[in-house]
């Protein structure tokens, strides 16, 4: 059964950084999309970042040259590094599988930038 856990979220001042986990179960890691979405209450879903099908990751334009994805394979484990964070980004982020049409989705964690 596949299990995305996420962590790493937490208060932090604008312009901080955090890190934030993703530890899969169940799944290869780089044999599917597995990416970072966020939701703000009241807000739809928005994909952050995703490794598809190429070699090169894809960001929102939002988080170029702040955000960067990446994975141990070995580990079985993605992140998200997230630099000169801005309040906007405040959103509770989610670890995502798609795995032959069926979504996985982890558990979110909050990440709140205020001052």
């Known amino acids: 059964q596949v299990q995305l856990v996420e962590s790493g979220g937490g208060l932090v001042q604008p312009g901080g950084s955090l890190r934030l986990s993703c530890a899969v179960s169940?799944?290869?890691?780089?044999?599917?999309?597995i990416g970072w979405y966020r939701q703000v209450p009241g807000n739809q879903r928005e994909l952050v970042a995703l490794f598809a099908s190429g070699a090169s990751p894809n960001y929102v334009d939002s988080v170029k040259g702040r955000f960067t994805i990446s994975r141990d394979n070995a580990k079985n484990t993605m992140y998200l590094q997230m630099n000169s964070l801005e309040p906007e980004d405040t959103a509770v982020y989610y670890c995502h599988a798609h795995i032959r049409g069926t979504q996985y989705w982890g558990q979110g964690t909050q990440v709140t930038v205020s001052s």
């Open positions: 169940g799944m290869t890691l780089y044999m599917y999309p």
